[in-house]
């Protein structure tokens, strides 16, 4: 992901936010059973995961299913340039039923109509969906680059038609929508009528869509490192914490991914954020990322 990278990130404070005031109500102040913190990555296909995620000599028909070994869920990208109800159930297969598939909108619907007009898109899309079955997380999509306040009736239209079909997750971009309180405020409030998870994008360069703001018991967060910059540990550390507080006060499913412009880097994040959201929570999100790249065991019919 290149929204709000920067050159260099030396010297910056890139400290995690306090939580909007709203975040806590959003999560009701007492624990609840969900599936916890989910960590992943934006996709499984780059082959520099062979060897270092996947085992040496996986071959590329095989790296959904051992990504799956070690993730729980993934930012399923590719749906945005095209989708197949046969291709979804075959992505569906390769997984344990405790996967959850994110997938975002195409971008005929979220970029071409703008929302507007693309009931027939979305018709086909979420009959697509019905292909994952229960391994369907959050559906996303980001607002485009100009799709301001003032487009806020579109936004709002089109959630009312299809939030209550597909559990949706939606990331605001627009300045104005942050710069504006009046505007944010009236935003959220769509959101949360809707019960759609608004996404938090930590990013270097736009500080702003870093609002901390929940309007579900479902989080939606896209963590972007620095090349394995040492800030990137140390905010990983400072989200460990807060996702720790979160669950505590209510949360029930943090989806949490993990970006780096070379991928293969999301493992090395991923080593370090595991252990530290096990301390703090009780549990380890990633258990099989200890024997990451080893070949699988074999069953036990398969020993003779």
Not at 136 to 153: H, N, Y
Not at 169 to 175: D, G, I, N, Q, T
Request: aromatic letters at 10%.
């Amino acid at each position: 992901m290149e929204f709000g990278r920067l050159p260099s990130v030396d010297g910056l404070d890139l400290a995690l936010p306090p939580d909007d005031a709203a975040t806590a109500r959003a999560l009701g102040g007492a624990p609840r059973e969900g599936q916890g913190v989910l960590v992943g990555t934006a996709g499984w296909s780059d082959r520099g995961f062979v060897g270092k995620l996947y085992p040496p000599g996986t071959r590329p028909p095989e790296f959904l299913a051992h990504y799956a070994r070690v993730f729980p869920t993934n930012e399923l990208n590719s749906t945005y340039y095209g989708f197949s109800r046969e291709r979804i159930e075959k992505w569906a297969a390769s997984v344990p039923d405790s996967f959850r598939f994110c997938p975002k909108l195409p971008a005929a619907i979220s970029h071409e109509r703008e929302l507007r007009d693309a009931d027939r898109e979305m018709e086909a899309f979420v009959a697509a969906l019905g292909g994952f079955g229960w391994k369907l997380g959050l559906v996303w999509f980001v607002l485009p680059p100009a799709f301001g306040p003032g487009r806020l009736p579109a936004l709002a239209a089109f959630l009312e038609r299809w939030a209550p079909r597909a559990p949706l997750a939606v990331e605001l971009r627009h300045p104005a929508w942050f710069a504006d309180a009046a505007a944010r405020a009236e935003a959220f409030a769509v959101l949360e009528q809707h019960r759609v998870a608004p996404i938090l994008t930590d990013v270097a360069g736009r500080r702003d869509v870093l609002h901390m703001r929940l309007a579900t018991r479902a989080a939606f967060v896209r963590f972007v490192g620095n090349a394995l910059h040492p800030s990137d540990r140390s905010r990983l550390d400072e989200w460990a914490a807060r996702l720790a507080a979160w669950r505590a006060q209510g949360l029930e499913t943090a989806y949490f991914f993990l970006h780096q412009k070379r991928d293969p880097q999301t493992v090395d994040l991923a080593r370090h954020l595991a252990p530290r959201l096990a301390e703090l929570t009780g549990t380890d999100p990633l258990p099989g990322l200890a024997t990451a790249a080893e070949p699988p065991t074999p069953a036990q019919g398969e020993l003779f």
